[in-house]
């Protein structure tokens, strides 16, 4: 398989757009064994407009699980195909970084 993208110099527009990319995927059932998992005590919000998600910390006794619906203009779909979606920038361990994940 050969990366066909728009702007590279072999790019050949007769064929679909196809992309390779370099997945670190080493020791994934350890990585998630290191996190907090969700085990009982679960409830549903009553009021979930008034969740205010900028107060809400990783390590607080009470996490949410979300159902969003999002507009997402299909326009940008290929635009957007290098960036993960819906990422968030913000600064952590004084690094700037995109993360692709709620905090």
Not at 34 to 49: I, R, T
Not at 50 to 65: G, H, P, R
Not at 87 to 98: F, P, R, Y
Request: glycine share 2%; charged share 25%; with cysteine.
């Amino acid at each position: 398989m050969r990366t066909n993208k728009k702007f590279i110099d072999n790019y050949n527009p007769s064929y679909p757009s196809t992309f390779i990319t370099y997945q670190d995927c080493n020791n994934l059932y350890g990585l998630a064994m290191s996190k907090y998992l969700p085990y009982g005590g679960f409830k549903w919000v009553e009021e979930p407009d008034k969740i205010n998600l900028d107060s809400l910390a990783e390590f607080d006794d009470v996490a949410y699980i979300l159902d969003v619906d999002v507009e997402y203009p299909i326009e940008l779909h290929n635009t957007h195909n290098d960036l993960p979606f819906l990422a968030e920038n913000i600064v952590l361990d004084k690094q700037t970084k995109l993360v692709p994940h709620l905090r």
